[in-house]
């Protein structure tokens, strides 16, 4: 029903405005009682076969939504209904900023993919945090956290700060995502001396908590191998709890899509389909460099229960969807979870 008559009208709005539409409806749906288990019913899958145990934290699947979706996390719980293990919220700056001029997001029906040049459109991590303090579920939430559009590379880590301490007492682990094509400089803070003064001063303030928070870096899928290499040798470093691969590309090559309308597109990232043997290559490629010796979370590219098995295989302890969500509709977690039942992962 999703694929044949919702998504097509969806589809026929911009996407950011349906984007906010969508949101208020699942809110006004699940404000009366009933509803929330009703959507639990449809969409969940309960076996302790999925559990996951990473973190410290038990997931009770393997699939999360990935951040960008609930940027500012107005809907973690609502989302969490449909059947996921976890919601990542953010990318939260310290300041509240309003992202990139509109209109910033393009679907790419023909190649399942979308373009987006949000810019971390944000209310800020204080506002994020004041809404998780209600938090009615026990859905288990990630803090995707990045600095503010104004704030120069050399102050970055003042940034992350900021946002780890803000949100410190609200969410289950921390994401430092320094691989945005959106932010101006931002993917610069990839490089190894600078990434590692980052990543050991928001490991020194966790170290600070009486209960330390896992710490994960969310990496480009434009990274060399050789900057690969630099990864595996900074989280051994700075010994940090893991890694996000991957974020969004700059790559445009092989789309299907006409190439006057990616050209009207612009830049920003690439997420879909597009993106799905990049991000298992990654994803693999830490892995087997690494000997398995952090867990990875591999999200990218991922539409069906066909794609997440390959990215388990490849190495993922947990997968993330986003733009699968989109074009595949509420029901992915639920297809996902069934086929990695199916296959005995």
């Known amino acids: 029903m999703y694929k044949s008559i919702i998504k097509p009208i969806f589809f026929l709005w911009d996407p950011e405005k349906i984007h906010h539409i969508v949101f ?50 107005k809907l973690y719980d609502e989302l969490g209904y449909y059947g996921f293990g976890f919601i990542e ?6 300041k509240a900023q309003p992202g990139n001029d509109q209109p910033r997001m393009f679907r790419l029906p023909e190649d399942e993919g979308l373009i987006n040049r949000m810019g971390f459109n944000n209310g800020g991590a204080e506002a994020a945090a004041e809404r998780l303090k209600n938090r009615k579920s026990n859905i288990i939430v990630g803090g995707n956290i990045g600095k503010n559009k104004v704030t120069p590379n ?34 610069a803070l990839q490089d190894k ?23 994960l870096l969310k990496i480009a899928p434009d990274l060399t191998n050789e ?11 700075t010994k940090i709890d893991g890694v996000i691969a991957t974020n969004t590309t ?5 789309l299907v899509t006409d190439k006057s309308r990616i050209e009207t597109c612009g830049a920003g990232g690439l997420s ?5 043997k990049r991000a298992v290559e990654v994803v693999k490629y830490l892995s087997d460099k690494s000997n398995k010796s952090f867990p990875i979370i591999g999200v990218g590219g991922i539409h069906t229960g066909k794609d997440a098995v390959e990215m388990m295989k490849a190495g993922a302890s947990l997968v993330q969807v986003y733009t699968g969500f989109i074009y595949e509709g509420p029901g992915i977690a639920k297809k996902i979870n069934k086929e990695i039942l199916k296959q005995g992962l």
Not at 155 to 162: C, G, H, L, R
Not at 196 to 215: D, F, G, W
């Open 227 to 237: 900057q690969l290499d630099d990864i595996i040798v900074i989280v051994k470093e």
């Open 272 to 276: 879909g389909k597009p993106l799905t």
């Open 154 to 187: 050399e102050d970055a880590v003042s940034d992350y700060e900021k946002c780890f301490e803000t949100l410190f007492d609200y969410v289950d682990y921390f994401v430092v995502n320094v691989s945005s094509p959106n932010t101006p400089g931002l993917r």
């Open 89 to 94: 919220i953010g990318t939260l700056t310290p």
């Open 193 to 215: 001396e600078p990434l590692t003064k980052l990543l050991l001063r928001v490991k020194e303030l966790n170290a600070q908590k009486k209960n330390p928070k896992a710490i």
């Open 24 to 73: 208020k409806i699942i809110k006004f749906l699940c404000a009366f009682p009933s509803v929330p288990s009703i959507i639990k019913s449809i969409y969940s899958v309960n076996d302790k076969r999925l559990e996951r145990k990473l973190f410290g934290l038990t997931f009770p699947n393997p699939v999360g939504l990935a951040a960008g979706f609930d940027k500012d996390a």
């Open 250 to 254: 700059i790559d445009r090559s092989n």
